[in-house]
């Protein structure tokens, strides 16, 4: 995961340098959304296994319950990367801070009104 975290921070970097031009800012956070579930998703698919998913998501922080009702979920991973376990336990800062991940929104602003 380390590796894709890696890459896909070039990959906006390099994107932001080429687009950040443009003065348009609106698809921005939607994007940044798009990228923080999409990895959320690929943790869910990482862990494989209900015990595995129960552990990590209560590593993390999640509630006891909530972390065991959506780990035995049938629902598709993509839906699930959008429920209230996922997003209390690998939230918006856990994904900044603990792995690195970059902000298409924070590099638009720094790019924009640097300060």
Request: glycine share 6%; aromatic share 14%; net charge positive.
């Given at each position: 995961m380390?590796?894709?975290i890696r890459?896909?921070?070039?990959y906006?970097r390099?994107?932001?340098q080429?687009?950040g031009?443009?003065?348009?800012?609106?698809p921005?956070?939607?994007?940044d959304?798009?990228?923080?579930?999409r990895?959320?998703m690929c943790?869910?698919?990482?862990w494989?296994?209900?015990?595995t998913?129960?552990?990590?998501?209560l590593?993390l922080?999640?509630?006891?319950k909530t972390a065991i009702?959506?780990a035995?979920?049938r629902?598709g991973p993509?839906?699930l990367?959008?429920t209230?376990?996922?997003?209390?336990?690998m939230t918006?800062?856990?994904?900044?801070?603990?792995?690195?991940?970059?902000s298409?929104?924070?590099?638009w602003?720094?790019l924009?009104y640097p300060?």
């Amino acid at each position: 995961m380390a590796y894709r975290i890696r890459k896909l921070n070039e990959y906006i970097r390099g994107w932001i340098q080429y687009f950040g031009l443009s003065e348009y800012y609106r698809p921005l956070p939607e994007l940044d959304a798009w990228l923080r579930q999409r990895l959320r998703m690929c943790f869910w698919k990482q862990w494989r296994y209900v015990r595995t998913k129960v552990r990590e998501l209560l590593k993390l922080g999640t509630a006891k319950k909530t972390a065991i009702l959506t780990a035995l979920s049938r629902k598709g991973p993509w839906h699930l990367s959008r429920t209230l376990a996922t997003q209390t336990g690998m939230t918006n800062q856990w994904l900044a801070e603990s792995l690195g991940l970059v902000s298409i929104r924070a590099l638009w602003i720094a790019l924009h009104y640097p300060t």
